[in-house]
């Protein structure tokens, strides 16, 4: 299996600061990542697939980027709203494997 | 705008078998636009990926599960149903199901997900 390891594993940031995870794969995956939000209580959402496209409804201060094996997920400016776990996935090979996840906190 | 809800019992014993349905509105399950899949959310493992069927019928699961895990479709409810055989307590997770546009591998839409403790 593809493990992704991400980094760190929580941190905590003011509002409009910008932030930035970062998502490792255990061996090449192109750009076959994608990246979710899960807030408490909630199940994941979409944020951004094939490592950097927005998907459709998430507001623009996302953006995703990498490629190979190293990928990150930058918030441009934090809102409140952004207190959530972050996760990564890869698409590459089966079985699709998730990252632990990233827990901001405000 | 396609809404997936997961149904099942909350309590299993354990080395029985768990069963849970994904109910599907707004869109076929028959639709050649996606795919679907049950993922798993546990304090230990994390989220894991279960398995997927197609719009073909071939579905594939994640090995971790030793052949466990069967999915399958029944068009005529629109729904998907998971059968998990021989649970033990480290099958206890919040399940979801979930739906993936075809010719992509993320998690389009998610249920809200619904929560098996087997004790």
């Known amino acids: 299996d593809i493990e992704m390891s991400q980094s760190p594993p929580s941190l905590s940031a003011s509002i409009g600061d910008r932030v930035t995870f970062t998502c490792r794969a255990g061996q090449f995956i192109r750009d076959s990542v994608s990246w979710y939000q899960q807030r408490p209580g909630k199940a994941p959402k979409i944020l951004i697939s094939s490592a950097s496209k927005l998907e459709s409804g998430v507001p623009s201060r996302f953006s995703g980027s990498g490629f190979g094996t190293d990928f990150t997920l930058t918030i441009s400016a934090l809102e409140p709203e952004d207190l959530a776990t972050y996760f990564c996935?890869?698409?590459?090979?089966?079985?699709?494997?998730f990252g632990h996840g990233t827990k901001v906190e405000i | 705008q396609l809404h997936l809800q997961e149904s099942g019992p909350g309590l299993v014993k354990p080395s029985e078998t768990l069963s849970l349905t994904c109910t599907v509105s707004g869109d076929s399950i028959n639709s050649e636009n996606y795919y679907w899949a049950w993922i798993r959310q546990s304090p230990g493992k994390g989220l894991e990926w279960i398995g997927t069927i197609y719009h073909s019928g071939i579905t594939t699961y994640n090995p971790s599960l030793n052949n466990r895990a069967a999915i399958s479709v029944d068009s005529s409810k629109n729904y998907m149903s998971l059968r998990l055989d021989s649970v033990t307590a480290a099958d206890t997770s919040l399940f979801y199901c979930?739906?993936?546009?075809?010719?992509?591998?993320?998690?389009?839409?998610w249920g809200p997900g619904t929560v098996v403790t087997v004790s």
């Open positions: 996935q890869q698409g590459y090979l089966i079985p699709w494997t």
């Open positions: 979930a739906s993936l546009r075809v010719g992509t591998t993320h998690v389009e839409v």
